[in-house]
Every structure is written in structure tokens, then in C-alpha cells.
């Protein structure tokens, strides 16, 4: 059967790869293409590159660290961060990226999803969405989490689904950074309403979290970031441990 | 020399440097010439069937394909591999290059499982139906491939080298004489990938 996946997240500003807590206070920790060979050695099942700088100054994207790695590393590549047309599209996949993550591009563009899903297919196409709850409803954020867009953030995603979204990878800016877990309420809530692969991401501390996220239905792949890169907890051994309580794992 | 058939139809960026990690020597072309001098040839591809086809018709490619798969070994990857099937349900009905007996039918409504996604996208389990295959000469039983597909091929037991299961077998590796075709994408299933291209290059 198809395992689930292990994801880890290299938020990348001016070659350096770093990890925000809530989005803020950011702290350097490597080069990207030294830990993309460490992850890929690891077992990591898919790697997510986000620029994450890019939709706030507007810069283009990371092209050359991005074609470094996809020449030596033989695994998914999904890439997002500025992706506001088909021309960002097109310049990460010419570098080897497989999958295109939107966010903010998407708010700003509705057409954006249903042009590149035409164009690149809907595997090609991962919807991002950053959440947040607001007076108890879950509210799609835009700018890296920075601005409350005042949307519902299930009927957002159902719509980018419906419009070409292949894939959802769902950021919950309450649980990020916080390492209490997944959050699991917003998870289940997503994946009852649509029936493409969701990647959890955000409040992921200790591998509990991971088995916990994987006995929710619907959920396929589990992202992290900052524990995996302050090696707080290792893949093999996540790996390991989730093979060993009945989780399908690539081993 | 390696030629990878480019009509247009995918990225074929993660191909082109798994062959060259690898050390082999390929060449990313539409030219039949170059096409008919290499010693093998694999057909790429994402996206629909029936818009494959019609770019390899467009460039003239059809009958240069089938001709070579006759004489030398040729790898369908993903798209490609649906192609190499007699026909395709995918928007419509639509002839395939028929060099592996079968049909390309969607993945949906045969699932046992309803609640499985389509398309599957993720790593599954290959199970070797004939593991002494000199394709699966550097793989062990059970190593993990990645997958992105809605449709699949079927009534191709017979040609059928391995398989993943999905709630049903998925057809994961045809083979019909030289002619050889694999649902996931071995330039994205990391090391086990890399294998399967290497002896691949070997046969």
C-alpha cells in the first residue's frame, strides 16, 4: 500500500536556509543543498523548498540552489514562495522542481490554479494555505501569515480543489512553531471536505505527533521544519518508530 | 547513447540528470536519426494521453517508435508507458503505439477502496511478480516507487512484471519483448530508481 510520507521543509532567504517560530524571530541554520543531500541520504520521502522572503519583497526565486539539487537529488521537489504566475511556474520547473506550491499568488489570481492545473496538470499544482482561527473560524492568512485575508479557510481550499489544486498542504499558524502537535481539528475539518493528498503542517514536536496525525484519515504526508533541522528528532528514526506502530513507511 | 524522445510532453529535467548521475550517456531529442543510432530509447511523458499522441504523430514519431522497439530495448515511463498500450479511456477513447497488449482505463472506478485518492500521488511498495527479470536485476522485493497517476493499464496480465497495490494490484512494470514500461517515475524514486534506470542501460 502507498506509505505515508515524511516531509521536510527548507524555508530558504538569500541562500540560507532558516526556520521562523509563528513566522517570526527567523534563525539560520544551514546551507540548503548540504541538507538536501543529509534528508535524501535519511529517507526523506519528498523535499518542500519555500522562498519564504519572496512574497513579501517580491524577489525571484532560488533558482540555481533549486537546479543543484534536483541534479543530484532523485526525489519529489515541490517549490513554492512568489509564485504569482505561470512564468514562476515555468522558471522552477525548468530548474527541476516536480510540484509548484501557491499561496498568496492564488489569493491575489484566482485564475492562477486553473491556468497552471490546464498548463501543468493538477499533480503538478499544491495549493498552500496558511490558517488561522479568528473568533472560532478558520481564516486564510496572506503574506508568509502575515495578513488575515477574513476568508474562510475550508471553503477556500474547496474551491482551489475544484479549480486544479492536486494537492493541499495545510500550514495551521496556531500550532506552528509551538511543537504540541498537529492540529488536528483543522486537519480533520480539510479533509472532509476534499479528496486530494493533504500534508499536515506546522506544531509537529516529538514523533507521538506524527503517529497520532497518520490514525486521522485522510491525512498523507507529514511536514516539518525546525525539529528535523535542529536534529530534536531524526527521519530514520521517525521512520522506525511509525513502521513499528503500523504506519506504511518507505524504509 | 541513451535517446530520451522529447515531444513536448513533461519535464524532463529529473530524467535528464538521473541519466547523467548514472554516467550514461543520453541525448534528449525528436530526431529520428538520432532516435534509430542509439542502442535504446525512453519514451517520457505527463499530462493526457490523448494530446501524447498526438505530438509524437505530429512529429512523425509513431512509426519511428514502434519500428525501434522491434530492435532495441525501450523504456515507457509513466505517460510513456501508458502510451505503449493498444488504447486509452482517458477523455475519450484513443489508439495507442500497441506494442504491449491492454488498455489505459481510469484508476477510480476500480478501486476496491473507495476512500483511496486519485490520482495516487506517493511512494508504494513494488511487488515483483517475476523477480529474475533483468530489469530488477539491483532491486530487492518490496522497494518503495513514486507514483502520480489517474489511469492505469489493465488486461495486460500477461505482459504484467510487477505490480503495487493500491486496494487492487496496479500495474507497476509491463514488459512485451523488449519493450519495457513503468507506471511510477524512476527518476523520482531516489536510489531504487536510479537501479532500475542503471540496469536498464545494461540490458
Given at each position: 500500500m502507498i506509505a505515508k510520507r515524511i516531509i521536510p521543509c527548507l524555508d530558504v532567504r538569500s541562500g540560507r536556509v532558516v526556520k521562523g517560530v509563528n513566522f517570526q524571530g527567523v534563525r539560520d541554520v544551514a546551507d540548503p543543498v548540504e541538507m538536501a543531500r543529509m534528508y535524501n541520504a535519511d529517507g526523506a520521502d519528498e523535499l518542500v523548498f519555500y522562498d519564504i522572503a519572496a512574497s513579501f519583497e517580491g524577489r525571484a526565486l532560488f533558482t540555481d540552489i533549486l537546479t543543484k539539487v534536483a541534479e543530484e537529488i532523485f526525489i519529489p521537489l515541490t517549490v513554492g514562495g512568489g509564485i504569482n504566475t505561470l512564468e514562476d511556474f515555468d522558471r522552477v520547473l525548468k530548474c527541476g522542481a516536480d510540484k509548484v506550491s501557491v499561496n498568496s499568488g492564488a489569493l491575489r489570481d484566482p485564475g492562477l490554479i486553473p491556468a497552471a492545473a490546464r498548463r501543468y496538470?493538477?499533480?503538478?499544482v499544491v495549493l498552500s494555505a496558511d490558517v488561522k482561527r479568528v473568533d472560532g473560524q478558520f481564516h486564510v492568512f496572506a503574506k508568509g501569515g502575515r495578513?488575515?485575508?477574513?476568508?474562510d479557510a475550508l471553503d477556500w481550499i474547496a474551491r482551489c480543489v475544484a479549480a486544479g489544486a492536486g494537492e493541499v498542504c495545510l500550514n495551521s499558524i496556531d500550532t506552528d512553531?509551538?511543537?504540541?502537535?498537529?492540529d488536528l481539528e483543522l486537519l480533520d475539518a480539510v479533509a472532509a471536505r476534499v479528496s486530494v493528498p493533504i500534508i499536515a503542517s506546522g506544531?509537529?514536536?516529538?514523533q507521538e505527533d506524527f503517529l497520532e496525525l497518520f490514525r486521522h484519515k485522510g491525512i498523507d504526508a507529514g511536514l516539518a521544519a525546525g525539529i528535523f533541522h535542529q536534529k530534536l528528532l531524526s527521519i530514520p528514526q521517525l521512520k522506525a518508530y511509525l513502521a513499528k506502530n503500523g504506519v506504511e513507511m518507505r524504509l | 547513447m541513451i535517446a530520451v524522445i522529447?515531444?513536448?510532453?513533461?519535464?524532463l529535467f529529473s530524467l535528464r540528470s538521473s541519466l547523467r548521475h548514472l554516467g550514461l550517456e543520453a541525448a534528449v531529442t525528436a530526431d529520428p536519426e538520432v532516435i534509430r543510432a542509439a542502442d535504446r530509447v525512453i519514451l517520457p511523458g505527463v499530462g493526457a494521453f490523448g494530446d501524447a499522441m498526438e505530438q509524437l504523430e505530429r512529429r512523425g514519431l509513431v512509426p519511428v517508435v514502434q519500428a525501434e522497439a522491434a530492435r532495441k530495448p525501450l523504456l515507457g515511463i509513466c505517460l510513456g508507458m501508458q502510451l505503449l498500450f493498444e488504447e486509452s479511456y482517458e477523455y475519450g477513447r484513443h489508439a495507442g503505439l500497441?506494442?504491449?497488449?491492454g488498455r489505459v482505463c481510469p484508476l477510480a472506478p476500480d478501486?476496491?477502496?473507495?476512500?483511496?485518492?486519485?490520482?495516487?500521488?506517493g511512494w508504494n511498495a513494488l511487488e515483483l511478480l517475476?523477480?529474475?527479470d533483468p530489469l530488477f536485476r539491483y532491486l530487492r522485493q518490496g522497494e518503495y516507487v513514486y507514483y502520480v497517476h489517474s489511469y492505469y493499464g489493465k488486461d495486460c496480465a500477461a505482459s504484467t512484471l510487477a505490480v503495487s497495490e493500491y486496494s487492487i494490484p496496479v500495474t507497476g512494470v509491463v514488459r512485451e519483448g523488449w519493450v519495457y514500461g513503468a507506471q511510477f517515475h524512476p527518476e523520482k524514486s531516489g536510489d531504487t530508481g536510479l537501479r532500475i534506470l542503471q540496469a536498464f542501460a545494461e540490458l
Open positions: 496538470g493538477s499533480q503538478c495578513e488575515d485575508t477574513g476568508r512553531g509551538v511543537r504540541g502537535g498537529f506544531g509537529a514536536g516529538k | 522529447d515531444y513536448g510532453v513533461g519535464n500497441g506494442l504491449v497488449p478501486l476496491a477502496d473507495p476512500a483511496l485518492k486519485v490520482p495516487q500521488i517475476r523477480p529474475q
